[in-house]
């Protein structure tokens, strides 16, 4: 047989293995799991009852009891992280509440643990969500920036540092498994590591907020945790325009020790975060933030959006660019919908 009599082949036709569910299913090159998402959680000291956070709807400041709920009930869901946002009654210069050994993120750092612990147990799961803090003073200062000032008002770098490294030890004895930096304090990571390891918590994990932008979607969030802040972090946190600085970022945190590094927000930023993801040597983390949560919810409200299909197509858009570990405050309801 001779080349020429050789079949030649039809049409190619991407689209056979669209045709059905099941094939479509077979070929997905991306899923979402429970095991991978994280629930951010906000815990207000002095409350009665949770209260609803506006701009986020299904979003609450939790009492440290309906935390405790939450906890057990991302436990039973399968789901990976919780990460613990503290709001203190009393707020200050320096935010001294934010390494109280009584302070509320100490107390809600304990009582996730014993939450996940006691899960486990009653042998309601196997393994519960790992419990996770944000490591950061802007919940804690009066005036709402997420270091201490200096005497001109400027963001003192490495005074802040000090305050982090004290954080970041009552955090972990506390209990907290997972530490997440986000202040964006040059250095901050090498500060903490030291800090835990001569303290003893070498096990403590570091998520490094690395690439976090100085961006207006953050901008429920500041409700969430009464933020006092006047004025922006453009200091401290980075430029949008930024892709390249952000893999500096992210290359210095991993050279300081950081265990996961993480970018956010995450769909604004999806450039960024496949980047990071294909040169990173640690696991990579995306926050879908506040900003993200709430347009899809408001469009939805509307009834101007899918809010189911359009909540997991922000998702699978975060997971395709190349994130490991998803933040979203999605993730109990998307983890039901996983089945
Ligand atoms: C700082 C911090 C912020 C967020 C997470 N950690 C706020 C900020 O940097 O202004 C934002 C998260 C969100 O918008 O969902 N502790």
């Given at each position: 047989?001779?080349?020429?009599?050789?079949?030649?082949?039809?049409?190619?036709?991407?689209?056979?293995?669209?045709?059905?569910?099941?094939?479509?299913?077979?070929?997905?090159?991306?899923?979402?799991?429970?095991?991978?998402?994280?629930?951010?959680?906000?815990?207000?000291?002095?409350?009665?009852?949770?209260?609803?956070?506006?701009?986020?709807?299904?979003?609450?400041?939790?009492?440290?009891?309906?935390?405790?709920?939450?906890?057990?009930?991302?436990?039973?869901?399968?789901?990976?992280?919780?990460?613990?946002?503290?709001?203190?009654?009393?707020?200050?210069?320096?935010g001294?509440q934010a390494d109280?050994?009584?302070g509320?993120?100490?107390?809600?750092?304990?009582?996730?643990?014993?939450?996940?612990?006691?899960?486990?147990?009653?042998?309601?799961?196997?393994?519960?969500?790992?419990?996770?803090?944000?490591?950061?003073l802007?919940?804690f200062?009066?005036?709402?920036?997420?270091?201490?000032?200096?005497?001109?008002?400027?963001?003192?770098?490495?005074?802040?540092?000090?305050?982090?490294?004290?954080m970041?030890?009552?955090?972990?004895?506390?209990?907290?498994?997972?530490?997440?930096?986000?202040?964006?304090?040059?250095?901050?990571?090498?500060?903490?590591?030291?800090?835990?390891?001569?303290?003893?918590?070498?096990?403590?994990?570091?998520?490094?907020?690395?690439?976090?932008?100085?961006?207006?979607?953050?901008?429920?969030?500041?409700?969430?945790?009464?933020?006092?802040?006047?004025?922006?972090?453009?200091?401290?946190?980075?430029?949008?325009?930024?892709?390249?600085?952000?893999?500096?970022?992210?290359?210095?945190?991993?050279?300081?020790?950081?265990?996961?590094?993480?970018?956010?927000?995450?769909?604004?930023?999806?450039?960024?975060?496949?980047?990071?993801?294909?040169?990173?040597?640690?696991?990579?983390?995306?926050?879908?933030?506040?900003?993200?949560?709430?347009?899809?919810?408001?469009?939805?409200?509307?009834?101007?959006?899918?809010?189911?299909?359009?909540?997991?197509?922000?998702?699978?858009?975060?997971?395709?660019?190349?994130?490991?570990?998803?933040?979203?405050?999605?993730?109990?309801?998307?983890?039901?919908?996983?089945?």
């Open positions: 047989m001779n080349a020429a009599s050789l079949p030649v082949p039809g049409p190619i036709r991407p689209r056979r293995l669209r045709a059905t569910p099941a094939l479509r299913r077979l070929v997905a090159e991306t899923r979402l799991d429970a095991a991978s998402l994280i629930l951010p959680l906000f815990v207000k000291e002095g409350l009665s009852q949770p209260k609803p956070v506006a701009s986020m709807p299904g979003v609450v400041q939790h009492t440290l009891a309906s935390l405790e709920q939450a906890v057990r009930e991302a436990a039973r869901a399968g789901i990976g992280g919780v990460m613990l946002f503290g709001v203190p009654a009393m707020r200050d210069a320096t001294s109280a050994p009584d509320i993120l100490q107390r809600a750092i304990a009582l996730s643990r014993a939450a996940v612990a006691d899960e486990v147990a009653v042998g309601a799961v196997t393994t519960g969500p790992v419990v996770m803090a944000d490591t950061c802007d919940e200062t009066d005036h709402g920036h997420c270091g201490v000032l200096d005497a001109g008002g400027r963001v003192d770098n490495d005074a802040t540092l000090a305050r982090y490294a004290s970041a030890v009552a955090q972990a004895r506390a209990g907290a498994e997972v530490l997440g930096p986000s202040g964006m304090m040059d250095g901050q990571v090498a500060a903490i590591r030291a800090a835990l390891d001569a303290a003893g918590f070498s096990d403590v994990v570091l998520l490094a907020y690395a690439a976090k932008y100085a961006s207006a979607f953050f901008g429920p969030f500041r409700e969430a945790v009464d933020s006092t802040l006047k004025g922006d972090r453009r200091t401290y946190q980075m430029d949008p325009a930024n892709g390249r600085e952000g893999l500096r970022e992210a290359d210095l945190d991993i050279a300081e020790g950081a265990d996961i590094v993480m970018v956010k927000p995450a769909g604004p930023y999806l450039d960024v975060l496949a980047a990071v993801a294909a040169r990173s040597p640690v696991p990579v983390a995306a926050y879908q933030v506040s900003g993200e949560y709430a347009l899809i919810e408001a469009a939805a409200a509307n009834g101007w959006i899918d809010r189911k299909a359009a909540i997991l197509e922000s998702l699978l858009g975060i997971r395709r660019a190349g994130a490991d570990l998803i933040l979203t405050y999605w993730a109990a309801e998307v983890t039901s919908w996983l089945g």
